[in-house]
T-cell receptor, first 114, second 115 residues
Framework: AQSVTQLDSHVSVSEGTPVLLRCNYS??????LFWYVQHPNKGLQLLLK??????LVKGINGFEAEFKKSETSFHLTKPSAHMSDAAEYFC????????????FGTGTRLLVSP | ETGVTQTPRHLVMGMTNKKSLKCEQH?????MYWYKQSAKKPLELMFV???????ENNSVPSRFSPECPNSSHLFLHLHTLQPEDSALYLC??????????????FGPGTRLTVL
């Protein structure tokens, strides 16, 4: 079975400082991994995805994530936070093969202060 | 209009009411999904439709009844709900329910409150 653990329920940063949102996964198969973002009163938007190609994945809005099999991690980073990055972020895993159910983490709320 | 739209955005209903949630996607996709998002819990997949056929029912109570008349529209019919059913209901779509990575596109959700 697949699962993800988001290690922090809240992360607070100042504008212009780096962002790190942590995610560990568990999968019996070679996984596909995603990060989604949810702004208030909006649906979920895909930030980036890993599908067994390059281990460093670049996404939208300057975000990137690195797949580390030895650590079973897929942490999300951004060099410099912007006020508009304040939102809830979800780490998601699915099987690399077969029919695709997405398994969501519980989310990390990112707070960005001026 | 582009993307995935959901109506209504907010709904308050009593336990004896019957109401329906509507989802429409303008992406040419063939798979559509209903999710439930409750506070402090991960998103829960409720139903999957692929080419208008229901392929997944994730042990959802019968007071939730989905309908998919075509690949662009998805409904969730609600009746005799309980207060614990209050949540954000999200609709999503993807090209199809198939093997391989499955990027899904989400609507803004319907915030449901059951009194």
């Amino acid at each position: 079975a697949q699962s993800v653990t988001q290690l922090d329920s809240h992360v607070s940063v100042s504008e212009g400082t780096p962002v790190l949102l942590r995610c560990n996964y568990s999968s019996s198969y070679s996984p596909s991994l995603f990060w989604y973002v949810q702004h208030p009163n909006k649906g979920l938007q895909l930030l980036l995805k890993y599908t067994s190609a390059a281990t460093l994945v670049k996404g939208i809005n300057g975000f990137e994530a690195e797949f580390k099999k030895s650590e079973t991690s897929f942490h999300l980073t951004k060099p410099s936070a912007h006020m508009s990055d304040a939102a809830e972020y979800f780490c998601v895993v699915s099987k690399g093969t077969g029919f695709q159910k997405l398994v969501f983490g519980t989310g990390t709320r990112l707070l960005v202060s001026p | 209009e582009t993307g995935v739209t959901q109506t209504p955005r907010h709904l308050v209903m009593g336990m004896t009411n019957k109401k329906s949630l509507k989802c429409e996607q303008h992406l040419g996709h063939n798979a559509m999904y209903w999710y439930k998002q409750s506070a402090k819990k991960p998103l829960e997949l409720m139903f999957v439709y692929n080419f208008k056929e229901q392929t997944e029912n994730n042990s959802v109570p019968s007071r939730f009844s989905p309908e998919c008349p075509n690949s662009s529209h998805l409904f969730l019919h609600l009746h005799t709900l309980q207060p614990e059913d209050s949540a954000l209901y999200l609709c999503a779509s993807s090209p199809e329910w198939r093997e391989g990575p499955n990027e899904q596109f989400f609507g803004p959700g319907t915030r449901l409150t059951v009194l």
